[in-house]
């Protein structure tokens, strides 16, 4: 991974503001001389909003990681069979030289290795700098976002936990720091010690985080206590560990509606969820990317949501977009009514193609990047204590009418909606597909139930047991490092 690496110290990643030279290493520019970036208090700082940057770049998070996880699924139409764009990944037949599957990975060990320069950095003296307070706090911050790097490669590059309970192989377990080539062998752990590694960096992040940030914006745009714990009840949902689930989930959700955070920051759901894409930083915004206008500070050409998803953003006009929505897809649902204020996301065009439209910024598109929020929460919540009870769990049924009546208020289930455990649990998902629709958890949601992929156009069902129901390893690892097996 020595060449992705290498860029660390140029790359122009300097936190949530825009670019700043005096932050770079000025010798040489092919490595990272972290012990010049962490030479200071206010370095420190900078080098710890910078991970921030790393995650939210156009090629990871903040772009191409949320589209894959839409694009993979049934619910959208390529328009542009543009390979650049994904119509590779859409199409299910993705290899290992694909740009998706290459860059994906760059960018996202880019992020961890910086995260990983970053620890190591405190540990050999940056923590001495800024108190031992501070420096548990920014740890917990860089070990948050390596964990959540490495998850999100496990949802593509590895097979899912529920396959073999973890013990197929993962991914290369990075934890210190690359600055020097000769550092790339390294075999794949299997994906159960990844997910071990990435819950033991959620542990300690949910340890040493602060409850909440002033101003309350910031609590939206930076890791704090509450975070943690909504990552951990993602996580542990994907290895179908529903006992913890709910007890990560219960410590920032009360028993009874209205569901809220008795503690820390006092998430809840927006009472219209169109605010929640207007406004960025309400209370049910848990954790998103932010992207500006100056300072090159967003997701960058053809990497963001709006490009890919929106009939107006992308290119300004019919014909030019990316991915509209698949007409026998979610949006074809008739649990879904048209009175749903959710489908006010749903706009036509004169060429009758409809399109997904929570993200309206216009070019450089700079809405805020949604990586999770209170509503997921009570899904999966919902969804654990269903699976756990193996019955129509009163509390679940609560919990699916919170994030259904704030949208439909003609609609409120009760126990005897569901016939058993099976149908709640389906009314659940269907559920998540309606909520998160364009937010990248549908290819999460299939691979975490090993699920077949639904055909789509021209594309056909792809099974759990067939080629290309995970990614293949970047041809760029494959080369770089003699110990890493292909898919």
Request: overall charge neutral; charged content about 15%.
């Amino acid at each position: 991974m020595k060449k992705h690496f290498i860029y660390a110290s140029i790359l122009c990643l300097t936190g949530l503001g825009a670019c700043n030279r005096d932050y770079l290493s000025p010798t040489p520019e092919t490595s990272v001389a972290i012990d010049e970036s962490l030479s200071t208090p206010s370095r420190v700082n900078t080098q710890l909003l910078s991970l921030y940057a790393a995650l939210k770049a156009g090629n990871f998070y903040g772009g191409r990681y949320v589209i894959y996880g839409d694009i993979r699924g049934e619910d959208f139409i390529n328009e542009t069979s543009n390979l650049i764009t994904g119509s590779d990944v859409w199409a299910l037949n993705a290899t290992n030289s694909t740009t998706a599957i290459t860059n994906l990975w760059s960018y996202a060990y880019l992020t961890i290795n910086r995260c990983n320069l970053f620890i190591d950095g405190m540990n050999a003296g940056g923590s001495a700098l800024v108190g031992a307070e501070t420096a548990a706090q920014y740890l917990a911050e860089a070990k948050l976002i390596r964990a959540l790097s490495y998850y999100s490669l496990l949802q593509f590059y590895a097979r899912p936990y529920a396959d073999n309970k973890g013990n197929n192989p993962g991914l290369p377990l990075r934890l210190t720091g690359i600055s020097t080539s000769g550092s790339s062998a390294l075999a794949r752990s299997s994906v159960a010690e990844v997910y071990t590694q990435v819950l033991a960096d959620l542990n300690e992040a949910e340890a040493n985080l602060p409850a909440s940030y002033s101003p309350a914006a910031t609590n939206t745009t930076r890791a704090h206590k509450n975070t943690a714990i909504a990552l951990k009840t993602r996580v542990y949902l994907s290895m179908q560990d529903y006992a913890k689930v709910v007890t990560e989930a219960n410590k920032i959700v009360t028993s009874a509606a209205p569901f809220t955070s008795p503690t820390g920051v006092a998430h809840a759901l927006q009472s219209n969820i169109t605010t929640v894409f207007t406004n960025y930083t309400t209370t049910e915004s848990i954790f998103s990317l932010p992207m500006t206008v100056t300072g090159g500070d967003n997701p960058g050409t053809q990497n963001q949501l709006g490009y890919y998803f929106s009939p107006t953003a992308a290119n300004g006009g019919v014909g030019n977009q990316e991915y509209s929505l698949n007409p026998n897809g979610i949006i074809a649902n008739t649990n879904w009514k048209a009175s749903d204020t959710r489908r006010s996301f749903v706009a036509t065009t004169s060429n009758g193609k409809r399109w997904l439209t929570k993200y309206k910024a216009p070019s450089p598109y700079t809405d805020y990047v949604p990586v999770i929020r209170y509503a997921e929460v009570l899904l999966n919540l919902a969804e654990a204590r269903t699976r756990t009870t193996n019955s129509v769990d009163p509390q679940a049924v609560a919990l699916l009418n919170a994030v259904r009546n704030r949208s439909d208020a003609t609609t409120t289930f009760t126990t005897a909606s569901f016939a058993s455990a099976t149908e709640l649990i389906d009314a659940i998902l269907l559920e998540r597909r309606i909520e998160f629709l364009g937010e990248g958890l549908r290819n999460n949601d299939l691979m975490r139930l090993l699920q077949t992929i639904p055909a789509k156009g021209t594309v056909p069902a792809k099974s759990s047991s067939e080629n290309g129901y995970i990614w293949p390893i970047s041809s760029s690892e494959l080369a770089l490092n003699p110990l890493a097996k292909d898919n």
